[in-house]
């Protein structure tokens, strides 16, 4: 594909990387992704950002100018539902409300269909739109590529209860917390 998009000999890019260890992983997330990267041609320069450095670039608004390759994260609410990372990664920036504060992307289309996922709260009607979503970005080549969702791990005495949402596999996310009486 580099080949017949006018690079048969692949190309070098500047490649940034989180090294501070803020989430799980991360580095060595980036690390892989570069690696994989290299294998098709296209080889990282990869420059490593502490945390300061590296949320210049994510935020839009403090983002200088950069071309290259970021590695960037976004919180999940409930597992495999990808709705605040869109709303953050793949919205359109919208100064002040939070919605594409790391994103690149201005679409009408592609907001109208977060939005709608933002309220949404029939499990059917949100696998539905995120299928819907998912195939709009991919079709558009819009945003990011998501790569993966650190698990929360949890530990606490056993004076400590929690009511998970009632969602397959979201047992670990919390719906309420608090101590037992």
């Known amino acids: 594909m580099l080949a017949e998009a006018g690079y048969p000999n692949g190309f070098d890019t500047t490649c940034y990387n989180l090294i501070t260890p803020r989430e799980p992983n991360i580095k060595e997330m980036g690390e892989a992704v570069f690696a994989y990267l290299g294998a098709v041609g296209i080889r990282c320069k990869v420059q490593q950002l502490e945390y300061s450095a590296w949320l210049s670039l994510v935020l839009r608004a403090k983002r200088p100018e950069f071309d290259g390759i970021l590695m960037s994260m976004w919180g999940h609410a409930l597992p495999g539902d990808p709705a605040e990372a869109w709303a953050g990664m793949l919205h359109t920036?919208?100064?002040?409300?939070g919605f594409g504060s790391?994103?690149?992307t201005n679409d009408e289309k592609v907001d109208s269909m977060i939005?709608?996922?933002k309220v949404a709260m029939n499990p059917d009607k949100r696998v539905e739109l995120i299928k819907q979503i998912a195939r709009y970005k991919h079709e558009n080549v819009l945003g990011g590529v998501t790569t993966y969702r650190p698990a929360n791990t949890f530990a606490w005495r056993d004076n400590v209860e929690f009511r998970p949402w009632p969602w397959p596999g979201s047992w670990r996310q919390f719906?309420?917390?608090g101590f037992k009486q």
């Open 93 to 97: 920036y919208v100064p002040g409300k």
């Open 115 to 117: 939005d709608e996922l």
């Open 175 to 177: 719906q309420e917390v």
């Open 102 to 104: 790391g994103s690149n």
